[in-house]
């Protein structure tokens, strides 16, 4: 707590920048051509995983959960941006 409050900032966890990190993959694989899509889109896939299986571990809903993450990061970047 004392590093998180010198510092002004926290990481967060539970798989929330492997979530950020997936969506900001699939928006630029637009941007890629040919059979290199498949490539980041499997990148992005495999990140996804990481919340799954803390998902998976905490029994919860695989599928509500990373949909949770998704949406709560969602807002989080339209606040910081706005």
């Known amino acids: 707590v004392k ?8 990481v967060p966890g539970a798989g929330a920048v492997e979530v950020t990190i997936a ?10 051509k ?7 889109q499997a990148f992005a896939d495999a990140l996804l995983i990481i919340p799954k299986v ?3 571990n905490a029994g919860l809903d695989l ?5 949770f993450n998704q949406n709560i990061q ?7 941006w706005t």
């Open 3 to 10: 590093n998180a409050i010198d510092a002004d900032c926290v």
């Open 23 to 32: 969506e900001a993959l699939i928006k630029y694989k637009p941007h890629v």
């Open 34 to 40: 040919g059979r290199s899509q498949l490539g980041v």
């Open 54 to 56: 803390l998902a998976q």
């Open 63 to 67: 599928q509500e959960t990373v949909k």
């Open 74 to 80: 969602n807002q989080v970047n339209l606040w910081m």
